[in-house]
T-cell receptor, first 116, second 113 residues
Framework: KNQVEQSPQSLIILEGKNCTLQ??????????LRWYKQDTGRGPVSLTI?????NTKSNGRYTATLDADTKQSSLHITASQLSDSASYIC???????????????FGQGTILTVHP | GAGVSQTPSNKVTEKGKYVELRCDPI?????LYWYRQSLGQGPEFLIY????????DSGLPNDRFFAVRPEGSVSTLKIQRTERGDSAVYLC???????????FGAGTRLSVL
């Protein structure tokens, strides 16, 4: 069964600090990996998307890394802000031709709380 | 608006009742997805439409759940004989075509009392 596991389950940091969230997946064949940010009461919003050939991708203060060999990804947040408080969800999509194509498998999310 | 719109935003119903949840995708998006998100969990896939047809309904938990997209645009998720375990946020997403980035609505929070 395709799975996406995230750690930690929750994280509390002080404003201005950096943090790193982890994601391990078993989806195969693999097409791409996305990190979504979900604010409370809102739908998920895409932060980054990486294919299996990409190792790193940045979006402002967010930097995602991908190791397709070990099936691991991380999301690094630099100089955190109060508005970064949200759930961060790792999402993996299967490759065309596989049964998971176009279907997203979601991790359970990491709840990040940034305190002033 | 330009985004995915879901109505109602909140729905409270009694056990055993029938509910309908509506999704208006982004104009021109041919692919539409329904997900269910329980508290503290990531969304779980329910059903995917390509155009008017349900191309993959493997995520529907049982035959009480049904979804339609008769004209290839708006979709309705229908739940019969609701149970307390159906309480969750139901998310809809659309993409230009299958495999492209999915844009999510804000969801409908269903509470079955």
């Amino acid at each position: 069964k395709n799975q996406v596991e995230q750690s930690p389950q929750s994280l509390i940091i002080l404003e201005g600090k950096n943090c790193t969230l982890q994601c391990n997946y078993t989806v195969s064949p693999f097409s791409n990996l996305r990190w979504y940010k979900q604010d409370t009461g809102r739908g998920p919003v895409s932060l980054t998307i990486m294919t299996f050939s990409e190792n790193t991708k940045s979006n402002g203060r967010y930097t995602a890394t991908l190791d397709a060999d070990t099936k691991q990804s991380s999301l690094h947040i630099t100089a955190s802000q109060l508005s970064d408080s949200a759930s961060y969800i790792c999402v993996v999509s299967g490759r065309a031709g596989g049964t998971s194509y176009g279907k997203l498998t979601f991790g359970q999310g990491t709840i990040l709380t940034v305190h002033p | 608006g330009a985004g995915v719109s879901q109505t109602p935003s909140n729905k409270v119903t009694e056990k055993g009742k029938y509910v309908e949840l509506r999704c208006d995708p982004i104009s021109g998006h041919t692919a539409l997805y329904w997900y269910r998100q329980s508290l503290g969990q990531g969304p779980e896939f329910l059903i995917y439409f390509q155009g008017t047809g349900a191309a993959d309904d493997s995520g529907l938990p049982n035959d009480r759940f049904f979804a339609v997209r008769p004209e290839g645009s708006v979709s309705t998720l229908k739940i019969q004989r609701t149970e307390r375990g159906d309480s969750a946020v139901y998310l809809c997403a659309s993409s230009l075509v299958r495999g492209h980035i999915q844009y999510f609505g804000a969801g409908t929070r269903l509470s079955v009392l």
